[in-house]
């Protein structure tokens, strides 16, 4: 991959991937635009940070542009960044911190347990010392048909009319010149000549010409960068072909020690590839409960194949939220059929209060230049107006040379477009359905919380408050008030750092962490006050108050 252009500032130079001294690596974000640390206060470092207010925990990014903006444009759309050899090293995180990132992905198709627990490790302790709640999450790598390592090449062209074999060898060391491996055992006898082989969701394509024992030998008809374990599927007559590779495992044998590598670190979200039907979902949560007694996981379906679509609705329901993988989908489905269909996941998971992120492509081109295709800003843009919760990167983060940039777009261009929407009142307007129906005690509770979260919505766009503040312990009533889409930002107030990280990835919610009493009142002055000395809100702004410990409806004035 040639630099056309002077590299974004964090992937500079050789790739670092060591833990930088966070004491003295200072702030490094050139396009964040948000000097301000706050760290958490447990960390005793009050005093290099003197804009620390004790008790309550928010990150510098939410408090600069509170500050700076005041309620209003605050950010709604949440933003995901694929942690790779561009982006791992404590500055490099840090400076995306700054820049926005909520939630730093690890996909474990690539890199060693090793390397991501180094990750893990640096983004604990940025949270821990500058009073972020980047919230982690792992991504499996699923069982489906890809590509091996090339032998350590980082990528190899494949030209036009070229002759490439598809082994399902294992060779040790370099790879014989013009052999791709092939991780499934199977791929040789399922394939037939004059198959259509698309690798990594159709940048390269081979026509199947002959098969030879272990291997299978192709002409290449798409040219096109070759990626280390990018995924492969097999087209027959304009069909993908399902035939033993359909019965993978969806968690395989490497995934579960995955699992558990995820569990022991404790990650906040689990995203399991290549999801068929509802039961694996149900089953890892089974699995994960009676692994993790006091820490809960979400696991979030990632859709990117024909048979998530077949069960869509049983898939989502189950799940604690979803993802759009457009870069498999689209080599499973017809391309042209991807946009209708993000359009339905996203549509459907509002509907289940699910969260729901795009992946994938966003920014493709940003991997090689310091400036997105006008496409891709209106992908963007039309994922932030049907109101996802999130948008992710990919190899723009994860070993891209603008890793940096690419989410300053994300970013800008999210602000932007909820505005206009705002504004022009331009949104995919949508009739919420009632989640939970009247039966069992439990769900009249739950009732209850729906009713007063779409009343305090409904409130709040009408009387124009400046933002709705929910105090929840376990986060639900801020997933139920995000549903909403209000036109103001929603804080919310969690007494846990560990729902605080995964209340960050929900459109509209900018949470803060603060030991809750069980006296409304007390969380309410407190708040204020707090808020209102850290310059984040003024006298005389209006907000509604919404509590799970104490079911109720308040308006108020910033004394
Ligand atoms: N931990 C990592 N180490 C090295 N390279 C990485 C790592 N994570 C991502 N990458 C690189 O970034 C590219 C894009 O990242 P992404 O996570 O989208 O991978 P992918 O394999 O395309 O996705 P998926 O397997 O989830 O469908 C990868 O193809 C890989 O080259
Ligand atoms: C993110 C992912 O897995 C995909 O787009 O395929
Ligand atoms: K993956
Ligand atoms: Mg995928």
């Known amino acids: 991959m040639v630099a056309k252009y002077k590299k974004d500032g964090i992937s500079s130079g050789a790739v670092d991937c060591g833990l930088a001294d966070p004491a003295v690596s200072g702030t490094s974000g050139s396009d964040g635009g948000n000097g301000a640390a706050a760290p958490s206060r447990a960390t005793g470092l009050a005093s290099s940070f003197p804009s620390i207010a004790p008790g309550i925990d928010v990150d510098s990014v939410s408090e600069a542009e509170l500050k700076e903006n005041g309620f209003r444009s605050t950010r709604r759309t949440k933003l995901i960044c694929t942690i790779g050899p561009a982006s791992c090293g404590f500055e490099q995180l840090e400076a995306l911190a700054m820049a926005g990132m909520n939630v730093a992905r690890l996909n474990m198709c690539h890199g060693t347990r090793e390397w991501h627990r180094g990750v893990i490790k640096s983004v604990r302790q940025l949270n821990e010392m500058k009073g972020y709640s980047v919230a982690l999450m792992m991504d499996t790598e699923g069982s489906e048909i890809h590509m091996g390592d090339l032998g350590g090449v980082t990528s190899q062209k494949a030209e036009d009319g070229e002759e490439w074999t598809f082994s399902v060898r294992k060779f040790d060391g370099a790879l014989p010149e013009g052999t791709l491996q092939v991780n499934y055992e199977g791929f040789a006898e399922d394939v037939m000549a004059g198959d259509e082989l698309v690798v990594d969701g159709g940048m390269v394509r081979f026509e199947v010409v002959d098969k030879i024992g272990p291997d299978v030998k192709c002409r290449c008809i798409d040219p096109g960068l070759l990626l280390p374990r990018a995924n492969v599927t097999f087209w027959r007559n304009g069909r993908l072909v399902r035939e033993r590779n359909a019965m993978l495992p969806t968690i395989s044998s490497k995934d579960w020690l995955d699992i558990d590598f995820g569990i022991s670190e404790g990650v906040d979200f689990i995203a399991i590839s290549f999801v068929k039907t509802a039961d694996v979902i149900k089953h890892l949560k089974s699995y994960i409960a009676s692994r993790s007694t006091n820490r809960q996981i979400g696991v979030f379906a990632k859709i990117e194949s024909c048979d998530s679509l077949k069960n869509l609705e049983d898939i989502i329901r189950v799940a604690d939220g979803a993802m759009v993988a457009r870069g498999d989908l689209g080599a499973q489905i017809p391309l042209e059929q991807v946009p ?206 919404v509590s799970d410990m104490l079911q109720s409806i308040q308006i108020r004035k910033i004394p």
């Open 340 to 545: 209708s269909v993000q359009r339905e996941i996203v549509t459907l998971c509002r509907q289940l209060n699910k969260p729901v992120i795009v992946a994938s492509q966003l920014l493709e081109s940003m991997i090689e230049y310091p400036t997105p295709t006008r496409a891709e800003v209106a992908d963007v843009s039309e994922a932030v107006r049907q109101r996802a919760d999130a948008l992710m990167l990919s190899g723009e983060s994860a070993m891209g040379q603008f890793p940096l940039k690419a989410l300053s777009v994300l970013r800008t261009v999210s602000l932007r477009i909820e505005r206009w929407c705002r504004e022009q009142k331009r949104h995919e307007m949508m009739r919420l359905r009632e989640l939970s129906p009247p039966s069992s005690d439990r769900q009249t509770a739950e009732r209850v919380s729906e009713q007063i979260c779409n009343s305090a919505s409904h409130m709040a766009n009408n009387l124009g408050v400046d933002a709705i503040f929910v105090y929840t312990r376990d986060g639900h009533m801020a997933s139920l008030l995000s549903r909403c889409r209000p036109d103001c930002p929603i804080f919310a107030f969690t007494d846990t750092t560990a729902v605080r990280r995964r209340l960050n990835l929900q459109w509209g919610l900018i949470p803060f962490r603060l030991d809750l009493s069980t006296d409304m009142e007390v969380n309410i002055l407190r708040t204020f006050s707090l808020l209102k000395a850290r310059g984040m809100m003024n006298s005389g702004d209006l907000v509604i108050a």
